[in-house]
């Protein structure tokens, strides 16, 4: 059975309910004042909490038969729209030997489908089978304790040229250049460790064009240029994780840090496993995980809302719903001590360092957040102020949490040093501050200035119809409500000096910290 419902007629739970404690103690003064029979001028000292900023939205939601979530929000003031949809699926659901795989198909998605990307399909797919045994066999070969080197190149080769061959039937970026040549802008798609989302933004009078292209290669997905574009991953790698100093820093740092979930895995994946990749396994991936069932759909701007309802049925409606990816159920062990790695690199040095944490979810997250911004959200904070405005010591000081947001993760604080200065002596710095941190607790005035920060970052999110796309695609589908992210950011609002002092005392301790230093080659 079809439902959709309308979220505005009634004030969201949240809204009452933002402080638990505090909103209890309210009732109870209030009963208590109505049984004394002494309620006059109650409302003016006690007035009603202020609704939470987004949660009041006219939000549209309706799911179809095969599971598949939209969430529509009209707005007017401009002719676009911006459309997201969202997969909770990332790199924490891959397993070792497969790693890289969401990222990859997230490339091969643009792709095209039957229809869409090719001139002939009838002579384009036996090559593509072809192309598939040629690969499968090379990786048998790599397989092997004692491979034949002349054989996978010759394997290569042969892919290659029948790649080539199919290459001549291929309309190239056909998928981008339909949209775009309809005026569409920032066509794009991002992977991260916990999701895959693609996006882009419209006139408002070409959404029945998105619906046919994104349910079509939703359902009829065509990988071509397979070899091709494993190449374009694997540049974006070398650039990203093996050139870039603090790309390899950090995956130093995180292979270090996580010794079992897949945080420690880059989300690019690793490069062995990008060599072992077929295309079937890639198309396997996504029609098992990428389904109708796991797919929020945003659409904001200026919409009709039943318009969008009927195209949704129309062109969504047979799209497979697909099945849940598979969990990331592995669990860090305790860790019992600081944990040290050095990498040499010919690059400046520079210092990573993170304490054990938690996820976005849990009840400390907030205050772990005011955290990092007191320390560095700004040219006031304590480690702007004392390590690149002061001492001079430092070029770039940066605290957050990471590297995801639904499993335990890292309080990190990452610096470079100006030379002549030494990470040694950034390391000493922070350690003081930290220290003087849950010695005591920072004077409210800071935490002001960084919750009206957050607070006019919330109204800002809220004028962006794409950013506001993608916040409730991401709220809905990994937080189960698209409000839940306004939630999470207003009780950043609740956070105390108190809450600061007591987080870093209960978190920035030496047994969890793990540090990564990068030095010149040879330096050592």
Known sequence: MLRHRLHAARPPAAARTVAPARAVARTLVLATAIALGRVVGLAAQEPPARPIPGTQLPVVTHTLDNGMTFLILERPQSPTAALVVHYPVGSV?????????????????????????????????????????????MVAEMGRSRPDTAAIRRFRTRGATLEDSARAYVRSNEYDHILTSEGAQGLNATTSHEATRYFVEVPANRIELWFALESDRMANPVFREFFTELDVVKEERRMRLETSPGGILESAFLATAFQV????????????????????????????YYGAANAVAAIVGDVDAAQVIRLAEEYFAPVPAGRPPPPAL?????????????????????LLMGWRAVSALHEDAPALTMLASVLTGGRTTRLYRRLIAEDRSAIQVAAYLGPGALHPGLFMIS??????????????????????????????????????????????????????????????????????????????????????????????????????????????
Do not use: C
């Open 93 to 137: 659901n891959e397993h070792l030997g497969r790693t890289g795989i969401a990222h990859v198909v997230e490339h091969l998605l643009f792709k095209g489908s039957h229809e869409i990307g090719t001139s002939n399909r009838a002579l384009e797919a036996p090559l593509l089978d072809a192309i598939d045994a040629v690969r499968d066999s």
């Open 261 to 288: 979930h897949p945080y420690g895995v880059p989300v690019i994946g690793h490069a062995a496993d990008l060599d072992v990749l077929t295309r079937p396994q890639a198309e396997e991936y996504f029609r098992d």
């Open 330 to 350: 592995a669990r860090e062990p305790v860790q019992r001590g600081e944990r040290r790695i050095t990498v040499e690199f010919d690059a400046e040095p520079r």
């Open 415 to 524: 610096a470079v040093p100006r030379a002549p200065h030494t990470t040694e002596e950034i390391e000493r710095a922070i350690m003081e501050e930290i220290e003087a941190m849950r010695d005591a607790p920072p004077e409210p005035h800071a935490l002001t200035r960084i919750q009206n920060q957050y607070r006019a970052g919330e109204f800002r999110r809220l004028s962006s119809n794409l950013q506001l796309a993608m916040q409730i695609a991401e709220s809905e589908a990994s937080l189960g409500d698209w409000r839940e992210t306004f939630r999470l950011s207003r009780r950043i609002a609740e956070v105390t000096p108190e809450d600061v002092q007591r987080v870093a005392r209960a978190y920035l301790i030496p047994s969890t910290r793990t540090v990564a230093v990068m030095v010149r080659e040879g330096s050592r």
